[in-house]
């Protein structure tokens, strides 16, 4: 299994970005897709997660404090990518992105390589 962010970029206060986590090979189910972010000199910081084939049917998300009503994690099944939007963009979610895959049948970890986002005020 291999995850592939992408959609990163420089953009100014208050504009939106859609991040993209491309998974290929199979995740099964139940599993919970993440999206982190480290921004330079602290701590890695979970932005949002989405739980697929849980006991809650369908999918569910939640989101951090710092990103709550901001974002929206989405999952595409017929791309087989993870999604992450944010809007009203802050200089503070300044960061590398990162997506990651949690199998919850296999109990196997996936990461994805980051893709840098940069918000100038």
């Known amino acids: 299994v291999q995850l592939q962010a992408s959609g990163g970029g420089f953009v100014r206060a208050g504009g939106s970005l859609r991040l993209s986590c491309a998974v290929s090979?199979?995740?099964?189910?139940?599993?919970?897709m993440y999206w982190h972010r480290q921004a330079p000199g602290k701590q890695r910081e979970m932005v949002g997660r989405?739980?697929?084939?849980?006991?809650?049917?369908?999918?569910?998300?939640d989101y951090g404090d710092s990103v709550q009503g901001r974002v929206i994690i989405s999952w595409d099944n017929a791309k087989n990518t993870m999604y992450l939007q944010v809007n009203n963009l802050k200089p503070e979610d300044t960061a590398v992105y990162y997506c990651?895959?949690?199998?919850?049948?296999?109990?196997?970890?996936?990461w994805g390589q980051g893709t840098q986002v940069t918000v100038s005020s």
């Open positions: 989405i739980v697929r084939g849980g006991s809650t049917p369908g999918e569910s998300t």
């Open positions: 990651q895959a949690h199998d919850l049948r296999t109990l196997s970890q996936y």
């Open positions: 090979g199979t995740i099964y189910s139940p599993n919970v």
